[in-house]
């Protein structure tokens, strides 16, 4: 039961996420049929082994743009690269943004949009491994839009904290605890987790009471 209940929230969630697809696919000015590149990029996010890197994420991520869209240089970009930086994800892979920012470069080309445009939006994608603070601005809008997710309301953070676990479940428990608490312990590290203003004021106090919280549950 739990299971059907699941592919029907994955099926709502799909079909209102094609209509925001073909509302972007518009705005971005795209020519050709909009419903392979659709049904392409869905089907990767609805991969059992999923569930936290799912469609969900990207309309989350999309909601978090809206607002804050005056602050890109190229929303679009960076539109394309929220709707891409999860499209290839395997959590026994190292490689996973490379390979997303690959297919959506290819997507870009299909779409018919300049080779310099799929470029600066695989540019984006690669911001997603969080290795460092992004500094250019558009790359920290899309960091800062892709860890939102951190600075939610107690039990949003706890509910992605479970999503995490579950696509990590074949680690041992010991070993998760101690990988865990360590990625997150290097953010909060940071002298700032958000690198915009808006999403600094928006959600740092947040992120570091979850942080902190997980941390200490973790270890």
Known sequence: ???????????????????????????AGATGDPEPEWRSLSTRYEEAHRAYHTLRHV??????LEPARGLAADPV???????????????????????????AARAAATMGLPP???ARVAGLILVGTHRAPATDPDPRLFADIDLSVLGQAPEAFDEYERQVRVEYSWVPEPAFRAGRSAILRSFL??????????FREKYEATARQNL???IARLT
């Open 189 to 198: 590290e940071r002298p700032a987790i958000y690198g915009t203003d808006f």
């Open 77 to 103: 970009a960076v539109e394309m690269a929220l709707w891409y930086h999860g499209a290839v994800y395997d959590p026994l892979a190292k490689d996973n943004e490379e390979r997303s920012a690959e297919i």
């Open 59 to 64: 309309a989350h991520c999309l909601d978090e």
């Open 1 to 27: 039961a739990a299971a059907h209940g699941r592919r029907s929230d994955l099926g709502g969630a799909s079909t209102a996420m094609k209509t925001r697809w073909l509302t972007f696919w518009t705005r």
């Open 212 to 214: 902190s919280r997980s």
């Open 116 to 118: 310099e445009f799929g």
